[in-house]
């Protein structure tokens, strides 16, 4: 069973930042894609960004030059570093992975809230 935990969220100021940590229960070596969505309230869940397992980024207009995407595979880890956060950065972040053998698998952590005060 795939088990993705997100840790680091929390409260901070506008302006300041946060580090997001999800750490995996197996090899994220078998990930071909894992990346960071959120939501905020009475919004749908939106990409932030994703990084694949050559580790090429994508990231979302509204972050590029705020927000770094990276993965440590011998650490079984996927890490986001926020700077320069806004108010409507304030949402539910949550760690994803996709795996592709015959078939596409594709896992969720539990989410973890940030919260950037004007």
């Known amino acids: 069973q795939v088990q993705l935990v997100e840790s680091g969220g929390g409260l901070v100021q506008a302006g300041g930042s946060l580090s997001l940590s999800c750490a995996a229960s197996?090899?994220?070596?078998?990930?071909?894609?894992m990346g960071w969505y959120r939501q905020a309230p009475g919004k749908q869940r939106e990409l932030v960004a994703a990084?694949?397992?050559?580790?090429?980024?994508n990231y979302a207009d509204s972050v590029k030059g705020r927000f770094t995407i990276s993965r440590d595979n011998a650490k079984n880890t996927l890490y986001l570093q926020m700077n320069s956060l806004k108010p409507e950065d304030t949402a539910v972040y949550y760690c994803?992975?996709?795996?592709?053998?015959?078939?596409?698998?594709?896992?969720w952590g539990q989410g973890t809230q940030v919260t950037v005060s004007s």
């Open positions: 994803n992975a996709r795996a592709v053998v015959l078939v596409e698998y594709t896992y």
């Open positions: 990084i694949s397992s050559g580790g090429r980024t």
């Open positions: 197996v090899s994220t070596f078998r990930f071909n894609d």
